[in-house]
Structure formats: C-alpha cells, structure tokens
C-alpha cells in the first residue's frame, strides 16, 4: 500500500512499480529488498532507524485515532522499546505495554482508563510538531 501511495505522490521508479503490485502476504524480506532498492533509484535514501521508528510511531498513533488499527495491535514490533524525544512521543509509548493481557499488571490501569489515555495520548502526539520532513 505505501508503494502504490508513494507513486501516487508521484515518485515513480521501475521496482516501486512492481512493489506496488505484491500480495500483502509477500515475503517481508524481499519487500524491504525492493523497497530499498526503489529508494536509491529515486535518489532517496533511508533514515536512520530511530528516525524511521519515531515516524512509524506519530503514523500509528494517527491510524489509531482514525479508527484504522485496534488497541492490540499496539502491543506488537516492540513499540514500547522505541527511543523517544519528545514528551507526546514519552507519553504514547509510555502506553503501550509489552502484551495486551498486561495492561492492568504494567500500567496499573484498567483496559477502559487505558484505553482513554492511550487515545488522548495519541492525539497529543499527531498534534504536537512534527519531528522533521515525512512526519
């Protein structure tokens, strides 16, 4: 899906094309193949890895309030062990527990209390400034 966006935005190369065309369910090796190599036939490199989480972390919290991901779902790729900067970021990780059955254990919060400060921290996070270019 990032493929077909990234062309609609108008970068266009050979092997984004074909990326944009792959199942869902495509090797992920092979994906992040492609896609990296999409990227230096565009001139475009990728971020360091902090910087790409951070980005990763801002787009998950606005597909969160958008309705398009579920609560579980934040437990999953380690979120919590994401280096962070900036308050809102703090905030949103802070949140995010290392498995959903933990959440009252961890956080010391019931699932409905924490699923309203996970959502209003999430808010604050797509709200505050982003943290550089693509964010």
Same mark, same amino acid.
């Given at each position: 899906?990032?493929? %077909?966006e /990234?062309?609609? &935005?108008?970068?266009?190369?050979?092997?984004?094309?074909?990326?944009?065309? *792959?199942?869902?369910? /495509?090797?992920?090796?092979?994906?992040?193949? &492609?896609?990296?190599?999409?990227?230096?036939?565009?001139?475009?490199?990728?971020?360091?890895?902090?910087?790409?989480?951070?980005?990763?972390?801002?787009?998950? /919290? &606005?597909?969160?309030?958008?309705?398009e991901i /579920?609560l579980?779902?934040?437990?999953?790729?380690? *979120? *919590?062990?994401?280096?962070?900067q900036?308050? %809102?970021? +703090?905030?949103?990780? &802070?949140?995010?527990? +290392?498995?959903?059955c933990?959440?009252?254990?961890?956080?010391g919060?019931? +699932? +409905?209390? *924490?699923?309203a400060?996970?959502?209003?921290?999430?808010?604050?996070?797509?709200?505050?400034?982003?943290?550089?270019?693509g964010?």
């Open positions: 899906m990032i493929a %077909a /990234a062309l609609a &935005a108008g970068l266009d190369t050979p092997t984004l094309c074909e990326l944009a065309g *792959w199942p869902r369910n /495509a090797d992920a090796r092979d994906i992040r193949e &492609a896609f990296e190599q999409a990227l230096t036939e565009s001139g475009t490199g990728l971020p360091e890895r902090g910087l790409a989480r951070r980005h990763a972390l801002r787009r998950m /919290a &606005a597909r969160l309030i958008a309705g /579920a579980a779902d934040l437990v999953t790729d380690d *979120w *919590w062990e994401t280096e962070v900036t308050a %809102a970021e +703090q905030a949103f990780v &802070a949140l995010i527990p +290392q498995c959903d933990c959440v009252e254990y961890t956080l919060l019931d +699932q +409905q209390t *924490w699923e400060q996970l959502r209003n921290a999430a808010f604050a996070l797509t709200s505050s400034p982003p943290i550089g270019p964010c």
